[in-house]
């Protein structure tokens, strides 16, 4: 009675001894029809589009529903897509590639699917800026198992930010900016200051910063390089933990206050493991960027 997903079974296979007979099947998610789908030609994106219903009429081509938050992020000027290589920053080699690039631009997390399978569209949010969905709690109704992992990854964490840009100015001629911002406080854990070496990280964006003058524009990049330091500064928290079944799925906050082993906070759950059997064991990884 109640939909744990919308699954393409790929490879069934049957066992029988002569008079039972029992059969598995691997699955994939709806996504997989974005993925093994792709533009014949190289697709523009004409100045003005607007990103999120570009990804949504793209899903919805595919035979999918969508569900999408509201959006008026648009392009200033055309874009086209499929022209970069496979594995590329901007590989678009893919209509789930492009469409996750777009919503990226957009600033929308990656498209997921609900248990119905619909084509799920969401605002990227900070966890605390989210209001959690469930709440498993230690006590005689905790629905958890006690055996709980706790992890902080700090593998991708910079102090060197560039944020490059590169378009076309207002009289049609090639143009770049770079926008730089750089973490030397040495109260900081992880600034140039605290670690001794720089650690770069590079974002690149096709279409020029904001601004009618070449000052304007190098003081956007700047900004968005300041915003994405604050991000790239940030620890990945993971947790995980097996519960009977529960209504959530990926992509919803959940509080987990596991006080016995001093694990607590809202988590973002990333990936599911789910067990068809008693209980509907599901196994999270849920996570949080703490800075």
């Known amino acids: ?68 938050d509201a959006s008026e992020a648009t392009l200033t000027q055309t874009w086209t897509l499929g022209t970069a290589r496979t594995g590329d920053a901007d590989d678009c080699s893919t209509k789930l590639a492009a469409v996750n690039r777009v919503l990226d631009l957009a600033g929308f997390d990656s498209a ?6 619909r084509v799920v569209m969401r605002r990227s949010r900070d966890v605390d800026a ?3 969905v469930w709440a498993f709690k230690e006590g005689a109704s905790a629905r958890f ?11 991708g964490v910079a102090n060197v930010v560039h944020a ?3 378009g076309r100015d207002a009289d049609g001629n090639d143009a770049t900016v770079r926008g730089v911002a750089i973490d030397s406080d040495p109260s ?6 605290s670690v001794g070496r720089r650690i770069v990280a590079t974002y690149s ?17 700047n900004a968005k390089a300041a915003e994405l330091l604050a991000t790239q500064r940030s620890v990945i928290r993971r947790v995980g933990f097996t519960h009977v079944y529960a209504p959530v799925a990926v992509g919803d906050v959940v509080t987990f206050d596991y006080g016995s082993a001093a694990m607590s906070g809202a988590f973002a759950i990333r990936k599911q493991t789910i067990t068809l059997g008693a209980g509907c064991q599901v196994t999270e990884e849920a996570r949080r960027f703490e800075r």
């Open 188 to 193: 900081s854990p992880y600034s140039t200051a």
């Open 205 to 221: 964006y096709d279409d020029l910063p904001t601004g009618s003058t070449a000052a304007e524009m190098q003081a956007a990049a």
């Open 1 to 68: 009675r109640v939909a744990l997903g919308t699954w393409l079974p790929a490879t069934p296979s049957r066992t029988s001894d002569g008079r039972y007979s029992h059969g598995t099947a691997k699955m994939r998610g709806r996504l997989k029809e974005l993925s093994d789908d792709a533009f014949d030609s190289p697709t523009s994106l004409p100045a003005g589009t607007n990103l999120v219903a570009w990804a949504r009429q793209t899903c919805e081509a595919c035979g999918l529903s969508v569900v999408a």
């Open 112 to 117: 997921r699917t609900d248990p119905m399978g």
């Open 130 to 132: 989210r209001t959690a």
């Open 145 to 155: 198992l006690p055996e709980a992992t706790e992890e902080f990854d700090c593998g």
């Open 164 to 166: 490059d840009y590169s």
